[in-house]
């Protein structure tokens, strides 16, 4: 990971961002570029004070960046739709990594339409959405592998970064049963049920592991559960259980008019999330 691309908007969301950044771009010894988008859909005289106001927020926090956290630090500053200035000025470095800060949490809470899942949606790049106040590295980090180029890419990530060297790794599996229910349904002996369910769970331990492997994941934790509820459900109360502050989930690059669909387990885990979220798209190639 060379260079990282951390959006601002000024608020105390994007602070999450920004420590967070600063935090991996030393780990990392990465530079790191701030970038800001004005909204241009409204008067020129706003706007230029927006340019103004901004720009001088933008190169004091980079110094103080370079002088106190010792991190190379540079401003990028554009006007347009929040989102598509993010994404262009991530093309404009060719960045390895976008972090932005939480979405705001309001009633009747939606994520769709907001700019970090416009974003997510929109780039070919890693995002790292900053939810937790940063308070040092990571520690532990959980990956949800399900056996596709999706769980592949979010793996690679983990290893490319260097986060399967520097944390504790739990790659969680969440296994379908689907005789379960109809069994339960049946009346079956519980015994019975209980046979059918780990004899999934051996065959998906088995998988896992070989998945693993494959992948080039030397050491991790191995954690299996039958899928009995919603999978970011089941996502989210894994990373509560092994108390990881991280939660790496793939998630397929789609083109087309379906490419303004986000997954709906990766929807969900982002909107609920209280732990740091990296998302790690597959991209296809063009046929």
């Known amino acids: 990971m060379k260079r990282i691309l951390v959006a601002t908007d ?61 991190i190379e630090a540079d401003v990028l500053l554009t006007t347009g739709e929040p989102f598509t200035g993010i994404l262009r000025s991530a093309d404009d470095i060719d960045a390895d990594l976008i972090i932005v800060g939480p979405h705001r949490r309001q009633f009747l809470d939606t994520f769709i339409g907001t700019t970090a899942e416009r974003t997510i949606r929109r780039t070919e790049r890693p995002v790292l959405m900053a939810n937790a106040v940063p308070s040092g590295p990571y520690e532990r980090t959980l990956i949800a592998v399900d056996f596709d180029d999706a769980s592949r890419c979010a793996v690679e990530a983990t290893i490319d970064f260097g986060i399967a060297e520097r944390t504790e790794v739990i790659a969680l599996n969440l296994f379908d049963a689907p005789a379960a229910g109809l069994m ?104």
Not at 16 to 33: D, E, I, P, Q, T
Not at 44 to 70: C, F, G, N
Not at 211 to 230: E, M, N, W, Y
Request: hydrophobic residues 40%.
């Open 10 to 70: 000024f608020s105390t969301r994007s602070d999450r961002a920004l420590r967070r950044a600063v935090l991996l771009a030393g780990k990392h010894g990465a530079s790191l570029s701030l970038a800001h988008v004005i909204d241009d859909d409204q008067p020129a005289h706003l706007v230029d004070r927006h340019q103004v106001a901004a720009s001088e927020l933008l190169t004091q926090t980079a110094s103080t960046m370079r002088e106190v956290d010792k």
């Open 184 to 287: 339960k349904r049946a009346s079956e002996l519980p015994d019975a049920v209980d046979h059918y369910l780990e004899t999934a769970k051996g065959q998906a331990s088995s998988e896992l592991q070989e998945f693993l492997r494959d992948a080039g994941v030397r050491s991790s934790k191995q954690v299996l559960k039958h899928i009995d509820g919603p999978v970011a459900c089941g996502i989210l109360a894994s990373a509560d259980d092994e108390q990881a502050d991280l939660i790496v989930l793939g998630t397929n690059q789609r083109k087309g008019l379906v490419r303004f669909l986000l997954g709906s387990v990766t929807q969900r885990v982002l909107l609920d999330a209280e732990r740091d979220v990296l998302v790690v798209p597959v991209v296809r190639e063009q046929g």
